[in-house]
């Protein structure tokens, strides 16, 4: 994976263009998906400005950019998220990845994005309920 991470930096152009698509199909996917389309609607405003905004994560995420300053989580933790939404969000981006992105750098793309999955879940629903299911409340 840091081979793919260090190719990409060496085509910064194609691989920028590439994060781009990526962030613009997955939110073509994620706004006309039922789950997560209300949320969008509801958090997002206005697209395009968001659109940079998590394009220029993306690009600190797999280049080492330094156009994001910030901390995704914070901003997540205010959204009308539940349990259900996390493989969703996953596979829609994995979807958006594959479809626009050189086979290695969706490959860096997609492992960033499990752990994220994994960490925002675990900081969102840090508990379990009685039958064992993450939990924003302790039981």
């Known amino acids: 994976m840091e081979t793919a991470v ?3 930096k060496a085509d910064n152009a194609s ?3 590439a994060i781009r698509a990526c962030v613009t199909r997955f939110y073509e996917k994620g706004g006309a998906d ?3 389309g209300p949320v969008f609607e509801k958090t997002i405003a ?3 400005p968001h659109l ?3 394009s220029n994560f993306w690009s600190h995420a797999l280049l ?3 156009r994001y ?3 995704p989580f914070g901003v997540h933790v205010k959204l009308p998220i539940e349990v259900e939404h996390f493989p969703r969000w996953l596979s829609l981006f994995t979807e958006a990845a594959k479809e626009t ?4 750098l969706a490959s860096a793309a997609i492992a960033r994005a499990e752990h994220m999955t994994q960490c925002f879940q675990s900081g969102l629903f840090p508990f379990k309920d009685a039958e064992g299911n993450p939990s924003k409340e302790p039981v």
């Open 6 to 8: 260090e190719e990409a």
């Open 15 to 17: 691989a920028e263009a």
């Open 34 to 36: 039922p789950l997560l």
């Open 46 to 48: 206005e697209l395009e």
């Open 52 to 54: 940079e905004i998590v």
């Open 64 to 66: 080492g950019t330094t």
């Open 69 to 71: 300053q910030g901390t």
């Open 101 to 104: 992105m050189p086979e290695e």
